[in-house]
T-cell receptor, first 116, second 112 residues
Framework: NAGVTQTPKFRILKIGQSMTLQCTQD?????MYWYRQDPGMGLKLIYY???????DKGEVPNGYNVSRSTTEDFPLRLELAAPSQTSVYFC???????????????FGDGTRLSIL | TQLLEQSPQFLSIQEGENLTVYCNSS?????LQWYRQEPGEGPVLLVT?????EVKKLKRLTFQFGDARKDSSLHITAAQPGDTGLYLC????????????FGQGTELSVKP
């Protein structure tokens, strides 16, 4: 049972570089999410997707882009990396509806990103 | 903007002690979830409470959803070192299907 798989696990970037954080899930979940986690700040939603071809901004989308071409994959792209984007990034998925879900989100193990 | 205030942020106790973590908001939620996160891993769901006033028990952990659906608590009885971790509450708003608002988290350390 792979669940949600994130790659890479660790990465160091220089200011101004770009990279893509990969996320794939094998549970056929319709919703997928990207969060960042900073110490003492909980999880902040960056972007989410309710299905293939549909994405929407979360609470902190600036400096990031996403795409959802398939149900399984939801990559997060950082353009022009900045020190403020140093964080731990988590991808999650769930089976939800627009009204409400009460369904758990299943998380990957995170990507630890440092920008120097 | 919906916010969830979680307290305390840090808690260090001895094995065998009891503790309570609080999650409060001025907003009403359709449900509230509690997650536990260990170092180097993603959060894992412990429980979902849906009905106002609902109480759920998971071994030594007791979860309660406030009557007004604006707050929740997690009570651990006779804490053990294995309970050490980050506890996160997360609320789902009405017609916000699937989107969660997370509290800041409570870092719990239980010393033997």
């Amino acid at each position: 049972n792979a669940g949600v798989t994130q790659t890479p696990k660790f990465r160091i970037l220089k200011i101004g570089q770009s990279m893509t954080l990969q996320c794939t899930q094998d549970m056929n979940h319709n919703y997928m999410y990207w969060y960042r986690q900073d110490p003492g700040m909980g999880l902040k939603l960056i972007y989410y997707s309710v299905g293939a071809g549909i994405t929407d901004k979360g609470e902190v989308p600036n400096g990031y882009n996403v795409s959802r071409s398939t149900t399984e994959d939801f990559p997060l792209r950082l353009e022009l990396a900045a020190p403020s984007q140093t964080s731990v990034y988590f991808c999650a998925s769930s089976y939800s509806t627009r009204q409400y879900s009460n369904q758990p989100q299943h998380f990957g193990d995170g990507t630890r990103l440092s920008i120097l | 903007t919906q916010l969830l205030e979680q307290s305390p942020q840090f808690l260090s106790i001895q094995e065998g002690e009891n503790l309570t973590v609080y999650c409060n908001s001025s907003s009403v939620f359709s449900s509230l979830q509690w997650y536990r996160q260990e170092p180097g891993e993603g959060p894992v769901l412990l429980v979902t409470v849906v009905t106002g006033g609902e109480v759920k028990k998971l071994k030594r952990l007791t979860f309660q959803f406030g009557d007004a659906r604006k707050d929740s608590s997690l009570h651990i009885t006779a804490a053990q070192p294995g309970d050490t971790g980050l506890y996160l509450c997360a609320g789902e708003g009405y017609n916000q299907g699937g989107k969660l608002i997370f509290g800041q988290g409570t870092e719990l350390s239980v010393k033997p």
